[in-house]
Nanobody
Framework: QAQLVESGGGLVQPGGSLRLSCAASGIISSINYMGWYRQTPGKQRELVAIMINGGSTEYADFVKGRFTISEDNAKNTVYLQMNSLEPEDTAVYYC?????????????WGQGTQVTVSS
């Protein structure tokens, strides 16, 4: 089994920056992708950014040029650097990964970390 643990959320003023981290732990054979989603009350969870094994990335249009996803393969960790934050970025951010572990592969989610952008 594997698990994802996020950190780095918090309160920031508009125009500020935050960096989220997500570490995968447990018995991991391989990771196909790691990424970030976000969700606000009453709305569906939406993709923010994803990094696929091999290094290719995909971003939602609303974060292009402001957010950057990166990874540390040695630590099974993915990061989301968020710059020029706007109040509309306020949400719970969830880490997501497809991990091959004992018993097979599966889609894993973190517990979520709150990001609040407010003055």
């Amino acid at each position: 089994q594997a698990q994802l643990v996020e950190s780095g959320g918090g309160l920031v003023q508009p125009g500020g920056s935050l960096r989220l981290s997500c570490a995968a732990s447990g018995i991991i054979s391989s990771i196909n992708y790691m990424g970030w989603y976000r969700q606000t009350p009453g709305k569906q969870r939406e993709l923010v950014a994803i990094m696929i094994n091999g290094g290719s990335t995909e971003y939602a249009d609303f974060v292009k040029g402001r957010f950057t996803i990166s990874e540390d393969n040695a630590k099974n960790t993915v990061y989301l650097q968020m710059n020029s934050l706007e109040p509309e970025d306020t949400a719970v951010y969830y880490c997501n990964a497809w991990i091959l572990s004992v018993g097979g592969g599966g889609d894993y989610w973190g517990q979520g970390t709150q990001v609040t952008v407010s003055s």
